[in-house]
């Protein structure tokens, strides 16, 4: 059974930065795909970012590019997004999900699920 841990969130200021980091066990992280989601109240659950297997793919949504940057290092079996100016829209509860697949998707099923970690972007 694959289990994810995230970490990282807080409170920050408008146009400050986090890096989230989503800490994988159970198994060797080389074979999902992984995908950071995010639920604000009032919404519902949209996903921010993904990273196929191997690394080389990744997707954004439109609200993220050129502000988020996720990464992977399989040795370490964790997965970290970067989060860059930040703004009061970010504000939700993260999550990092897994799919056992090569190929990542922003809107694709995903198999296991972390607990999420929050994040407040606030002055």
């Known amino acids: 059974q694959l289990q994810l841990v995230e970490s990282g969130g807080g409170l920050v200021q408008p146009g400050g930065s986090l890096r989230l980091s989503c800490s994988v066990s159970?198994?060797?992280?080389?074979?999902?795909?992984i995908g950071w989601f995010r639920q604000a109240p009032g919404k519902e659950r949209e996903g921010v970012s993904c990273i196929s297997s191997s690394g080389r793919y990744t997707d954004n949504a439109d609200s993220v590019k050129g502000r988020f940057t996720i990464s992977r290092d399989n040795a370490k079996n964790t997965v970290y997004l970067q989060m860059n100016s930040l703004k009061a829209e970010d504000t939700a509860i993260y999550y990092c999900?897994?799919?056992?697949?090569?190929?990542?998707?922003?809107?694709?099923?995903?198999?296991?699920w972390g607990q999420g970690t929050q994040v407040t972007v606030s002055s």
């Open positions: 999900a897994a799919r056992s697949r090569n190929y990542c998707a922003l809107n694709g099923d995903y198999d296991y």
């Open positions: 159970g198994s060797s992280l080389d074979y999902y795909a």
